[in-house]
């Protein structure tokens, strides 16, 4: 990683509203936290993993995180129409949104098969490592590794 590499990380985490930014390449981290701008009760930023699941009333469903830092995008690209509906039943491994990051759009996929409950992010928006995108409920049997 070059420094113009890293005084372009710097520069995104001034201008968005994020308070961290974390990028891994290979062997080397980079990590810029403002807590300057960050409101005395605000929580910590999550370290959660990309897919976690959590029970929403009695169903289990599956929050589908951000990896990474960047903004997201319901489809291919800015602009573009989005990927998945409410409703949209998912094949696991099916692009779902996009984030883009440091100039470059990474397809956000779906950890398994299920139906799309909820889009928790808005297009176009700056999300965070840990933050929750969108929600599924996964296939009947799959919280079992899909057997009956």
Known sequence: M?????EEIVRIAQESPI???????GDLEVRVVKSASRPASAPAPASAPEHSPVTTESDPMIVIRADKVGFFHRGKGPGTEPLV????YVHGGQAVATLESLRKLTD???P??????RVLADDGSA?????????LRPKEG?????KR
């Open 85 to 88: 509906e409410v409703g949209d």
């Open 19 to 25: 308070t961290e930014l974390c990028v891994r390449e």
């Open 108 to 110: 956000i996929t779906a």
């Open 142 to 146: 799959a919280e079992n590794g899909g």
């Open 2 to 6: 070059d420094r113009q590499r890293i």
């Open 127 to 135: 999300v965070e490592y840990g933050q929750p995108l969108v929600e």
């Open 112 to 117: 398994e098969c299920g139906t799309v409950v």
